[in-house]
Every structure is written in structure tokens, then in C-alpha cells.
């Protein structure tokens, strides 16, 4: 990530907390922004030509997203008034944007959690996963397909964050769109993500204490996603950021074999 973007990222970011953001709508135009700019060349040229003056950029997107509503409009404005590292960027700010805004319009919905279900879900299928993926299938077709398997199962939040990712996908693999959404839900809410692998589920009440070890360890709340994985033998292994704690018995096998080699 250039420069550029990190400081715009962080402008348009302060200018989202700031907004006033009680429901989806706000999401759900910002994703039909970033969605109609990464369509058509001639919007993205006029909104990316950063020699342009910046109130012009603004201007144009004012006049093209008229429709949506004041909040949205002048997140779009604002986001287009910086200066990105590329055109890409710019749409992928904006779609950052959205999926914050339904984080923040959606406070109950354990978005999360169930963003990470959903990315079980199609880890689990890989049928579903090269549907979803394809370059050749129809957009609103994989949108719809998304809102067919999850409606009544996810939050609507969950279900628009999903349904449009997988909409735009810009050369990004469908499990990485839904993994970055899911950080990105989490640091709006101030949390950190925990990927726990091991043998058999935990309850709640181990769930919670893990959680709040992590918490202590980690200075933050943690959003804890267990994978069972039956290799793992026994034990755990915590991914949290750039920190792996591996406390499996396969891991401790694989150190013994490795010692008794040498």
C-alpha cells in the first residue's frame, strides 16, 4: 500500500466515524459506488486524474451519485478528493468504506462470526467456491446466489457484505475478499481476530476464557474463530496477527521427529 493511500484511507476513514451511519443504506451505496466506478473506464479516469483539482474530482462524483443520499454522497466526494496511489486503490477505499459503514450501521450483528462461517462454508465447497470465483459467471448471478444460500442464516449486514464482494472481486480470490472484510469489521469495532485450530470444538465457557487470555495478551478485545481440524491431534493453535502460538500435539510430534532426525 503507497503512501498516498495509507493517508487517504485514513482521512476518508476519520470522515466515516464522523458521519452519521444508523442503518445499511450508506453501505449499501458505497459498495454501488465503488461497484460503478470499477465498471466504467470513463468514470474511474475522471475520478483517478489526479492532476485534476480535487474539488473538480468532487464535483463529478457529486454530479454522478446524485441519487444517493448525503452521507454517501459526500463520502464518495471526499474519497475521490484525495490523492491514491492508483485507480484501484481509490475502489478499493471506497469499498472499504462500505464495509465499515455495515459494521457501524449494523452494531448487533455478529458480522464477524458469521463472515467467518460463510468462508467455512465455501472453503468446504469447492464447487461453490469456483462459481463464486469465476471470471466467466454473471455478477449478479453470484450476488444472488450468495443471498440464496445465507438469507435467514446471516444478518443482513453479513449477507450484503458477501453478496457484493463477491460481485467486484477484481482479481482477488472469493476467501481472501471474505477474510479482509472480516479484519476490517473487526477493527471497526476495535477488536482483534483469533483463528483457533483444533480437534474438537470448544464450548462456550472455554471459548470465552481463551478469549480473554488473548485479550489479556493482546491488550484488546478478540474475536475468536475456531476451525476444528482432526490433524491437529490435541492441543491448539492460535493465529492472532503476525503471532502463532502452536500448541498442538502434531506440532510437538513434528518437533520430535525433527530432533530424532538430526
Not at 60 to 71: E, I, N, Q
Not at 173 to 196: F, K, P, Q, S, Y
Request: charge should be negative.
Amino acid at each position: 500500500m503507497g503512501s498516498a493511500t495509507t493517508q487517504a484511507l485514513a482521512t476518508t476513514t476519520a470522515e466515516l466515524k464522523a458521519a452519521k451511519v444508523s442503518d445499511l443504506t450508506v453501505a449499501r451505496e458505497l459498495f454501488t459506488a465503488a461497484r460503478e466506478i470499477a465498471e466504467s473506464a470513463q468514470l474511474s479516469g475522471a475520478l483517478s486524474s489526479w492532476g485534476a483539482p480535487a474539488a473538480a474530482r468532487a464535483q463529478v462524483a457529486r454530479t454522478v451519485f446524485a441519487g444517493f443520499g448525503a452521507t454517501s454522497v459526500q463520502l464518495v466526494a471526499s474519497a475521490v478528493s484525495q490523492r491514491w496511489s492508483s485507480t484501484e486503490d481509490l475502489i478499493a477505499g471506497i469499498e472499504e468504506l462500505a464495509i465499515r459503514a455495515a459494521a457501524i450501521g449494523a452494531p448487533d450483528a455478529d458480522i464477524e462470526g458469521e463472515l467467518f462461517q460463510v468462508d467455512r462454508t465455501v472453503a468446504a465447497n469447492p464447487e461453490l467456491e469456483l462459481a463464486l470465483g469465476s471470471r466467466l459467471g454473471d455478477a449478479s448471478a453470484k450476488g444472488a446466489l450468495i443471498e440464496k444460500l445465507f438469507s435467514g442464516q446471516t444478518s443482513e449486514a453479513t449477507t450484503l457484505i458477501a453478496s457484493q464482494l463477491v460481485q467486484q472481486p477484481r482479481e482477488r480470490r472469493v476467501r481472501a475478499l471474505l477474510n479482509r472484510a472480516l479484519h476490517l469489521v473487526a477493527d471497526e469495532r476495535g477488536r482483534t481476530v483469533a483463528t483457533v485450530r483444533v480437534a474438537a470444538a470448544p464450548d462456550a465457557a472455554q471459548q470465552q476464557r481463551l478469549a480473554e487470555a488473548l485479550r489479556a495478551r493482546h491488550g484488546s478485545d478478540v474475536t475468536v474463530n475456531v476451525v476444528v481440524d482432526p490433524e491437529v491431534l490435541g492441543g491448539m493453535r492460535v493465529e492472532i496477527g503476525d503471532d502463532v502460538i502452536d500448541g498442538t500435539v502434531s506440532s510437538r510430534i513434528n518437533d520430535l521427529r525433527q530432533r530424532l532426525a538430526g
